[in-house]
């Protein structure tokens, strides 16, 4: 088994899913409600059969997740060992995009800790890749710091939209069209937070 | 200038410091030593000025020195005092080895010399230019904050005497340590045309390209690497070269053929090149300020912008200054909006000119990739008529081509695009100004009509509405409340 496979294995339990290796095919069988709704193999998922509406939600998620473990799992293996006085050992570099830089580290029992840094700045430590990547981009200057709001600030504006559509009626159709946009975003980025957290469901 | 005598026992010779790589090689034969060692060591007898004589008898790194040279000769006079005043002052250690002597270099800002005690005025701005390294034009004749700041260290008790005048230690400002002892920091000293920041194991020495090999294989050697194919390499240019010089120069990141290259420019001459008016961040400066409808001028390596009332604000490279005295509202307004394109300019050339070419099959025009991160490309290609067009797009399925791309001239947005796209930040997770501009008035309703928040929820909702007005510019965050 490659560290993809592994830390696939790992990571589709916070779907709620299960995964077996199947050393006879090389590839690794993901399992939803006793199911086999997936096939990973290399880094692609394909799907077993007809797949329910939830089954087939999961499967989303699961593609999505073997892009993202595939895209941290290949940079681990090609990295070079890094040397900072402030890390410890182990650690190898991932990404670098202007001073912001990018590095993991990989235990077979608990996967990948992942560490972020610039010139100037301590080292972050993540164990999710979406909030490390999420430092490394306010670090190297793509995205406004400022622009990037966390779970708890999310659920916030969320509420204040809920709140403002709920009981202002000054509203005219304009406003409340926007609203409702904005509504519907923050919704989405907020599900696939919680998703992440509790295992895929919406 | 520091002028030692050096001793391999029983061989003594006189060297004078900063010196090339040839001088210093001619005196280690004369001391009977490897003329091309890579860390040459030897005991220094004696030493000027008198203020490094904490080095006599000590055997010193003569590349070590030889750099303490180099940081003594880029000082002014009164820098220069300033740290032989430091070194002078026995009631002031910090160790006092060649290392921290070093150190001592980038340390001024926390010791103030003042030669004069009797004019307040000069006294607050001697200090106050030494601690913030900088000041604007209406601080710096604002003669009665510079008095009152004068008085205040005068009056602090703190200055200790010495030849060169009174010396004040500013605790608030820690002694930092950038040279660790062996690998020497990053200090231009020749001006040189190109860079080369070589690292290794998280250790990194620059070079100005063309210079002496010895040099480079010293760098490369106080980093701990064996070769120089064995590090990564980073390269900065800070003159127009020709374009397929510019290439082979960019390509050495990847090819790592230093030497090649250092031959190369060593033939070209450079004289005649940096008379060139303008570089590529002063071209855009003016397209831009152009563009915006300033009234400006180009004299003396900065820009003049004049405003509509004759105030005059100042550009140069790294920063902007005021230069007409008090601070009014439409100044204000005007020097910020300045200060933005200023520093958004900045940082856009400096990543172009440090970005390799973009390598994709059916490419046309000179790109140069910025940033490539999850199959997605951020790149810019220069035009001196039209400046920068930032492009984002996907890598192909095979990696050797890119499709699908997405062209701007606005950076901010094209970085924003690229950090979606390559799905560093999830899109839904962004928000344009004008959707947050509708959610900060959602937070302000909901703090004002919401009765039943707790005092937990409105102090949350308060940092949420300041970190929202943040990313809404002035005259949106500010504009009259609309009917919600």
């Known amino acids: 088994m490659n560290i993809f496979e592994k830390e696939i294995m790992r990571r589709v339990k916070e779907l709620d899913c299960n995964a077996v290796y199947r050393e006879n095919g090389n590839s690794v069988s993901v399992t939803f409600n006793g199911n086999i709704i997936a096939e ?88 999710s890749y979406d909030k490390a990547r999420e430092k490394f981009a306010a670090l190297s200057g793509l995205v406004d710091r400022e622009k990037i709001f966390d779970d708890e600030e999310l659920q916030a504006l969320y509420y204040c939209v809920f709140m403002t559509l709920e009981i202002n009626d000054a509203l005219n159709e304009d406003m409340l069209d926007l609203l409702r946009e904005v509504k519907r975003k923050l919704d989405i980025a907020i599900s696939k937070n919680l998703s992440a957290q509790r295992g895929g469901k919406i | 200038m520091i002028k030692a005598t050096i001793q391999n026992s029983p061989y003594c010779t006189e060297i004078v410091f900063p010196c090339t790589e040839t001088e210093l090689s001619k005196k280690l034969g004369e001391i009977k030593m490897n003329s091309e060692h890579l860390v040459p060591m030897a005991m220094v007898l004696e030493i000027e000025p008198a203020e490094l004589s904490m080095l006599t008898d000590c055997d010193v790194s003569l590349d070590a020195l030889n750099y303490l040279g180099k940081r003594l000769d880029g000082m002014d006079e009164g820098e220069y005092k300033q740290y032989l005043a430091v070194l002078s002052c026995t009631e002031i250690s910090e160790g006092w080895g060649l290392k921290n002597m070093i150190n001592l270099t980038d340390n001024l800002a926390r010791y103030t010399l003042i030669g004069d005690t009797d004019d307040l005025e000069r006294i607050g701005r001697t200090h106050m230019l030494n601690v913030r390294g900088v000041l604007s034009e209406s601080e ?66 620059m070079v100005e390209l063309p210079c002496e090999d010895l040099a480079i294989k010293k760098a490369v050697c106080r980093i701990g690497a064996d070769r120089v194919s064995d590090c990564k390499l980073e390269i900065s240019t800070f003159t127009d070269l020709p374009d397929d010089l510019r290439d082979k120069v960019m390509a050495m990141e990847k090819t790592k053929s230093v030497f090649e290259i250092n031959q190369l420019l060593k033939t070209v001459d450079f004289s005649a090149k940096q008379e060139q008016p303008m570089s590529i961040f002063q071209k855009e400066v003016a397209r831009r300020l152009s563009e915006d409808g300033y009234n400006f001028k180009f004299e003396n390596g900065e820009f003049a912008v004049t405003l509509n009332d004759g105030d005059v604000i100042k550009i140069r490279k790294d920063d902007v200054l005021y230069s007409s005295g008090d601070f009014f509202e ?55 008529e039209f400046g920068f067009e930032f492009v984002t797009w996907d890598r192909t399925f095979d990696g050797k081509s890119v499709c699908n791309g997405n062209y701007c001239s606005d950076y901010a947005a094209a970085k924003e695009n690229f950090a979606t796209r390559s799905g560093l930040v999830d899109k839904d997770k962004l928000f344009s100004t004008e959707e947050l501009e509708r959610i900060g008035k959602c937070v302000k309703f909901t703090m004002q009509n919401c009765g039943d928040l707790n005092f937990d929820d409105c102090e949350c909702l308060k940092k949420l509405n300041e970190k929202i007005s943040e990313n809404i510019p002035e005259q949106q965050s500010e504009a009259p409340e609309m009917s919600m």
């Open chain 1, 40 to 127: 990973i193999r290399g880094e692609i998922p394909e799907k077993t059969g007809e797949l329910d509406v939830q089954e087939s939600e999961i499967f989303l998620h699961i593609r999505r997740l073997c892009a993202n473990v595939a895209n941290y799992c290949t940079a681990y293996e090609n990295g070079e060992p890094i040397k900072n006085p402030n890390l410890s050992d182990g650690f190898r570099r991932l990404f670098k995009i202007g001073k912001a830089k990018m590095a993991a580290r990989y235990d077979r029992k608990s996967g990948f800790e992942f560490v972020v840094w610039g010139d100037n700045e301590n080292p972050d430590f993540f164990v």
């Open chain 2, 140 to 205: 710096y004749n604002n003669s009665e904050w510079l008095a009152e700041e004068g008085m205040k260290l005068l009056e602090s008790g703190k200055g200790i005497d010495t030849e060169y005048g009174k010396i004040f230690v500013n605790d608030e400002i820690p002694f930092e340590e950038h040279f660790n002892g062996t690998t020497l920091p990053p200090y231009l000293y020749n001006g040189a045309p190109v860079t080369v920041d070589i690292s290794y194991m998280g250790l990194t020495e």
């Open chain 2, 330 to 384: 439409t100044g204000r307004e005007a020097f910020y909006a300045l200060y933005h394109l200023n520093r958004e300019v900045l940082d856009y050339c400096t990543a172009y000119e440090k970005s390799a070419p973009l390598i994709a099959d059916g490419l046309s025009g000179n790109y140069r990739c910025l940033a490539e991160f999850g199959g997605a490309v951020l790149a810019a290609k220069y035009n001196d």
